[in-house]
């Protein structure tokens, strides 16, 4: 599979509004690549955990608490057999994602019907940051619940690929990432998970996006082991390449044989804080430009790296005032341009 252009743009998802048809509208008029927009200050619903919950067996939402946890006491098993009947016989609309959960996708998806693209974006919060973000009733973390765990998996793979198929409709060419913002807490003592069933659950969910012909990225937004990333089968890396792109450079080996098996690099240069207000397209591109050689002083090919980068911000936008998400996307925009004519 191949993404047709170098430095295209796109978006971790999460934006700052609360008309949803605005939303959609902005990230049609900005983004290289659309991507539907969720909108965590319009409603509790559509906070990342919440807004792919519906389903998960013994969920209890309480709305006024702004609160979500699994009630693992009571007998699960009518609930765990529905999300395998569903996964086994493709009734993604079993388990699709509500328009009170997810304004966006809706409106997003209304919008291009106006539009020809070449592309669109969908996501998914990834199975080890949902794991670890919703606990049982005692105060657990799903993910030590192996009956539970395997459910949320196979629980978020009909997710993304009811994206998938709803995406392919207005969309020649579908990307999927799976959000992992607590991938920076793998190997500490705070979280006894082995590498190989990280990468088990991942690649479950990525091989579920491979199967119906998109694209499946990983976005994480602090350091990690980068090489547990990019020994996955994803097909994109998202990284924080303000503050950690140093980081993402010690482990050049990964990266090298990640980019040459056709993998994508998406540089989240822009930093999503007031730390923007002090940069311009020029500032970025220099950084940029720097982290890019960082890498080909370790022995990678450059014309390899930028034939497959993509720009984003750095992290999601939804907490953010509206005036700062404009000048970050503004910003992003004229980096990809300079990048384009300059590289």
């Not at 309480?62 to 009947?85: G, M, R, W």
């Not at 997810?102 to 940051?129: D, M, N």
């Not at 989240?268 to 940029?288: A, C, Q, V, W, Y």
């Not at 014309?303 to 970050?328: F, K, R």
Request: one cysteine or more.
């Amino acid at each position: 599979m191949k993404i047709n252009g170098k430095f295209l743009t796109t978006g971790i998802g999460s934006l700052p509004y609360i008309d949803a048809g605005k939303g959609a509208q902005k990230v049609f008029e900005a983004f290289d690549i659309p991507f539907w927009p969720q909108f965590p200050k319009k409603s509790f619903k559509e906070n990342m955990y919440t807004q792919f919950s519906q389903g998960l067996p013994g969920l209890v939402i309480d709305e006024k608490k702004k609160t979500i946890h699994v009630d693992s006491s009571k007998d699960l098993s009518e609930e765990l057999a529905k999300i395998y009947e569903a996964h086994i016989s493709k009734a993604y609309d079993a388990f699709a994602i509500k328009e009170d959960y997810a304004g966006g996708f809706y409106a997003f998806i209304e919008s291009a019907k106006r539009q020809k693209l070449e592309c669109a974006k969908g996501h998914i919060t990834g199975p080890v940051s949902f794991g670890l973000g919703v606990a049982d009733e005692k105060g657990r973390a799903i993910i030590y619940n192996d009956s539970l765990k395997e459910a949320l998996v196979k629980l978020l793979e009909i997710k993304a690929l009811w994206q998938v198929e709803r995406l392919k409709g207005i969309a020649r060419q579908v990307i999927i990432f799976i959000d992992e913002p607590y991938l920076v807490s793998f190997g500490s003592s705070f979280v006894n998970l082995k590498r190989e069933d990280v990468i088990s659950m991942l690649d479950s969910i990525i091989e579920g996006i491979h199967s119906r012909g998109a694209f499946a990225g990983i976005h994480c937004c602090g350091n990690t082991d980068w090489s547990l990333i990019a020994g996955t089968k994803a097909d994109i890396i998202n990284f924080d390449a303000y503050l950690y792109a140093e980081n993402l450079s010690l482990y050049s080996k990964d990266i090298e044989r990640f980019l040459k098996r056709g993998g994508y690099l998406a540089w989240g240069i822009l930093p999503t804080s007031e730390d923007i207000l002090k940069e311009t397209d020029k500032t970025l591109f220099k950084r940029l430009s720097l982290q890019i050689g960082n890498l080909e002083k370790k022995s990678i090919d450059r014309n390899l790296i930028l034939s497959n980068s993509l720009l984003t911000p750095s992290c999601g936008m939804g907490t953010l005032s509206e005036d700062l998400t404009e000048d970050i996307i503004a910003k992003l925009s004229k980096l990809s341009n300079l990048a384009k004519q300059t590289t």
